[in-house]
């Protein structure tokens, strides 16, 4: 079985650009998590969506991100303009969204701005 | 939000013990969660737990979920080369909501 698909592995940009993180989930899936990993503040959730509609974006950082689910097999997260502090990685998840939920994650973007 | 604290941080320990790992909450939640996360990797779920008192073995990891729903452990047994990594608990609440701990790191010495 396929598992969550991200897009791409490694992602090095200059500060003040724009960048996209793609991510596939799980067919089937109808829930889907845009976590973010660094060290000092391990994982966080920045926005989850349910049947493709963001429920939760109390975690996204600032204005400058944003995510967007256009179908059940689909998610992008953009940061414009992106920041050095953004540099982390950024994981995607998806559930079957039922009382107890399991979530499975991709392989995660490793972001670098400089 | 929901905090979940996991000790030790980290520990070294050699090839053929066991190893438990534990993880505590001043919240309640629905279900607990173990991962796993290799470098360069995303997190793997290893063991899911449902109820309160639930106990769960899948090959040579054994977790609980703890009777206040605050807390669960996690033990893995003969501990070889490959366990090392970073185990993560979660809890879900709410509306499918996930709180992850910090990590804990495992090393193993062969």
């Known amino acids: 079985d396929a598992g969550v698909i991200q897009s791409p592995r490694h992602e090095v940009t200059e500060m003040g650009q724009e960048v996209t993180l793609r991510c596939k989930p799980i067919?089937?899936?109808?829930?889907l998590f845009w976590y973010r990993q660094t060290m000092m503040r391990g994982l966080e959730l920045l926005i989850y969506f349910n049947n493709n509609v963001p429920i939760d974006d109390s975690g996204m950082p600032e204005d400058r991100f944003s995510a967007k689910m256009p179908n059940a097999s689909f998610s992008t997260l953009k940061i414009q303009p992106s920041e050095p502090r953004d540099s982390a990685v950024y994981f995607c998840?998806?559930?079957?969204?039922?009382?107890?939920?399991?979530?499975?994650f991709g392989q995660g973007t490793r972001l670098t701005v400089v | 939000g929901q905090q979940l604290n996991q000790s030790p941080q980290s520990m070294f320990i050699q090839e053929g013990e066991d190893v438990s790992m534990n993880c505590t909450s001043s919240s309640i939640f629905n279900t607990w969660l173990w991962y796993k996360q290799d470098p360069g990797e995303g997190p793997v779920l290893l063991i899911a737990l449902y109820k309160a008192g639930e106990l769960t073995s899948n090959g040579r990891l054994t977790a609980q979920f703890g009777i206040t729903r605050k807390d669960s452990f996690l033990n893995i047994s003969a501990s070889i080369p490959s366990d090392v990594g970073i185990y993560f608990c979660a809890g879900s609440y709410g509306n499918n909501r996930l709180a992850f701990g910090k990590g804990n790191q495992v090393v193993v010495i062969p």
């Open positions: 067919s089937g899936h109808n829930s």
């Open positions: 998840a998806s559930s079957f969204r039922t009382v107890n939920t399991e979530a499975f």
